[in-house]
């Protein structure tokens, strides 16, 4: 149980086109959904913090107009990366938070973006 | 501030024992997770500590000290696939995740 998948798994765009980037949990209602990104052989840094129906929390410095989030389901959230740059290659990282007792998160696979 | 600390990066032999340490400084404890990271892929669990001593599962045990803000994630009989980053987390009172920068582990045969 407690799946979480993510798709694109790879996408190379090019510099000012727009990339929408799912997260979904297969087996389980998340409340809380988190965007992490992570730049190579660095650790994960948190990006937002969405809660289904409604808007999501940015962390300091991530500009929510270009890292749109919409949380419009239990199962769903979505990140749009909006004008994409080079500088916004990165490797995105979802993870979901379900009722259990611990808050564990569950991690998807990871979305590599390459923007040319 | 909040702070987790951690080895920036480890060496260890096949088939030995590691420890990897992990201390941190956070508003409030709801507890402090493992977690594996391979390189390109995202992480993947490994064990949850919220109480005072050793958990053990299969290789791995984590051992936690709530008093001394203190952590340690053990591997024993190291096999060449757990060449991977391992990366602390703690939950503070707001039950946001502050995350360690991770321990790179190279394993050697």
């Known amino acids: 149980g407690a799946v979480v998948s993510q798709h694109p798994s790879r996408v190379i765009c090019k510099s000012g086109t727009s990339v929408k980037i799912e997260c979904r949990s297969l087996?389980?209602?998340?409340?809380?959904m988190f965007w992490y990104r992570q730049f190579p052989k660095k650790s994960l840094m948190l990006m937002a913090t969405?809660?289904?129906?409604?808007?999501?929390?940015?962390e300091q410095g991530v500009e929510k107009d270009k890292f749109l989030i919409n949380h419009a389901s239990l199962t769903l959230s979505t990140l749009t990366v909006t004008s994409a740059h080079p500088e916004d290659s990165s490797f995105y990282i979802c993870?979901?938070?379900?009722?259990?007792?611990?808050?564990?998160?569950?991690f998807g696979p990871g979305t590599r973006l390459t923007v040319l | 501030g909040q702070n987790i600390d951690q080895p920036t990066e480890m060496t260890a032999t096949e088939g030995a024992i590691v420890q990897i340490n992990c201390t941190y400084q956070?508003?409030?404890?709801?507890?402090l997770f493992w977690y594996q990271q391979h390189a390109g892929e995202a992480p993947t669990f490994l064990s949850y500590?919220?109480l005072d001593g050793l958990e053990e599962k299969g290789r791995f045990s984590s051992f936690l000290s709530r008093s001394k803000g203190y952590s340690y994630l053990l591997l024993k009989e190291l096999q060449m696939k757990d060449s991977a980053s391992y990366l602390c987390?703690?939950?503070?009172?707001?039950?946001?995740?502050?995350w360690g920068a991770g321990t790179k582990l190279i394993i050697k045969p």
């Open positions: 987390a703690v939950t503070d009172s707001n039950y946001q995740l502050i």
């Open positions: 956070t508003s409030g404890f709801n507890g």
């Open positions: 087996d389980f209602q998340a409340t809380t």
């Open positions: 993870s979901a938070k379900g009722a259990k007792d611990y808050n564990e998160q569950f």
């Open positions: 500590n919220v």
């Open positions: 969405s809660n289904e129906g409604s808007k999501a929390t940015y």
